[in-house]
């Protein structure tokens, strides 16, 4: 039997956790004081944290704890891209049941380290205590390197409006998942990539500067659903955004696992979160950076904030946590 | 009956909890974005992270949620304080289950609120989702004024040991918490102050800083208890760290609840933790501020890293989560 967290201990947990954390240049001080200090070039610092609690957020049978700590990073440090950032650090709390074997406590933090390395962070601290549920609270830092924050307030009509990254992958795999249960080995391998969608997104993080420098006028990613991201900013920034569908048609492998499941794939498209893509509003005579597709653009305040092919949506999607 | 959070849904009560937030002047963009902006003006960000979770480290029978909203805030707070910064801004992560009363989340927000006000700093941003059990995620952030954090790994033999704060009186109150169980109303009124401690710390913020101008070579909270806090300090800076019991005598209040529940009040005095006392090691010659008394001086390491009255204390306490 593999060995718990309760038997090796807090602090020699604590220990074999930050051995595994390499550092950065921007870490003046990292794990195993009161707090961290990280370097803030520009005198300012991006900040902003996420909850993900065990069966809620994440479950252990769908997901290797690598791939938990992968995701559990990425959707942090997506929100730090979304304001145009260039993410810095981490921090994460960690809850777990002492009997949890330490190999999934290491395996998540390799995670967690392995995300942060794509955009050039490091896990610069955090906690860890005992709970019923695993759970993680994940704090992402970054810099704005002199630039104005892109926030969701910005968007003027006769803006385009851009999107950088997948949509409905990570929903399309979710459901593929919940579907299969116990017999997820068995999901055909030309859906796999939705099921790794799910596992790992891949937010396209540099474009949150690079959009940011071109000019972006609103951005956010897109955490629970297209319509209803982009309704934010439609509200935040008083405008319409209009879509246009043949811009947004599901790629194949959204289609088979659409007619696989008997679902329609546009609640993927437009309802499913979690691939963590971004979609920000430029100005028309901007050029968008490479990587970016024109999905629509801002039009003046009506009704709807968000119309698909002048139509207000009205299909399944869109997350609300209490419902 | 009352209102819950299911009923009012996640994107109301965000409405509603974030028009209780004043943003104070370092907050460059606040709560509703993907990410908040915070003002870090020595280019450098003191960051640290606790997880919070009901009935682990608080229970909605012992604590009001306004009590438990600045308790959760002032932990955090205290880590910023004890790194000798002065706090700025706090993130949060709140899950909570579906049928939880809107003015229990309302009352937290407020105690959140109020403890930052205390420090200046302000609640910035943070995150609303589903949980069975109540959750807290908070992140606080602080500027170091230019000043070098003060670490655990710079104590010097011949430093003398400073306190600044209460020990043991949160243990106590949760003692007496834990033996009056739901008649929590009949512990006697000069105990009181005791259960007040345990329900809301009142860390000394202000002497972090000061500590750190008096030039402090090691500093931290006492979170755990004093013996094994004090402990991390002599490991990481290869010392041992002598306490005086004289200097560290219990208060009336303490013998009072001790004689009244039959234990030692030294196990709360060395070994009781959240009170968010500050110990700081200072160079002989330095003036320690008002408000700090010494109790005990840094010695050679010898064995032990922490003796009391020249000996390895032996009583219970000290904190390990997965015990």
Redesign the interface.
């Known amino acids: 039997m593999s060995r718990s967290?309760?038997d090796?201990?807090?602090?020699v947990?604590i220990g074999q956790v930050t051995t595994r954390l390499p550092q950065g240049s921007e870490i003046?001080?990292g794990p195993?004081?009161?707090?961290?200090?990280?370097?803030?070039?520009?005198?300012?610092?991006?900040?902003?944290?996420?909850?993900l609690?065990e069966n809620?957020?994440f479950r252990r049978e769908w997901s290797s704890a690598y791939d938990i700590g992968r995701k559990a990073a990425a959707q942090n440090l997506a929100?730090?891209a979304?304001?145009g950032?260039r993410p810095t650090?981490l921090?994460?709390?960690?809850?777990a049941p002492?009997q949890l074997a330490v190999a999934w406590v290491l395996d998540c933090t390799d995670g967690l380290r392995d995300e942060c390395e794509v955009v050039g962070a490091s896990v610069?601290?955090?906690?860890?205590?005992?709970?019923?549920?695993i759970?993680l609270?994940?704090?992402?830092?970054?810099d704005?390197e002199g630039r104005a924050?892109v926030?969701?307030a910005g968007a003027r009509p006769g803006d385009v409006v851009v999107l950088a990254g997948r949509l409905g992958w990570a929903a399309a795999g979710l459901a593929l998942l919940r579907r299969a249960g116990a017999g997820a080995d068995a999901i055909p391998g030309d859906l796999a990539p939705l099921v790794a969608a799910h596992r790992r997104p891949e937010p396209p993080y540099a474009l949150g500067p690079a959009l940011a420098l071109a000019g972006a006028t609103a951005?956010?990613?897109v955490s629970d659903g297209l319509v209803q991201d982009l309704g934010h900013i439609a509200t935040?920034s008083g405008v319409a955004v209009e879509l246009s569908r043949p811009a947004l048609t599901p790629p194949p492998a959204l289609a088979a696992a659409a007619a696989a499941l008997g679902v329609d794939p546009w609640s993927w498209v437009l309802g499913g979160g979690d691939d963590h893509a971004l979609v920000a509003c430029l100005p028309p005579t901007a050029t968008a950076p490479n990587g970016c597709r024109v999905i629509g653009r801002v039009g003046e305040r009506g009704d709807a904030a968000v119309l698909v092919d002048g139509e207000p949506w009205e299909g399944a999607g869109g997350h609300?946590?209490?419902?």
């Open positions: 967290i309760g090796l201990g807090e602090f947990l003046i001080l195993g004081d009161d707090a961290a200090v990280i370097s803030a070039p520009d005198r300012r610092v991006v900040a902003t944290t996420d909850l609690i809620r957020h929100d730090v979304a304001m950032g650090a921090l994460v709390g960690l809850a002492p610069a601290g955090g906690d860890i205590s005992a709970g019923e549920m759970t609270g994940i704090t992402a830092l970054g704005l924050p926030t969701r951005m956010c990613d935040a609300e946590h209490f419902r």
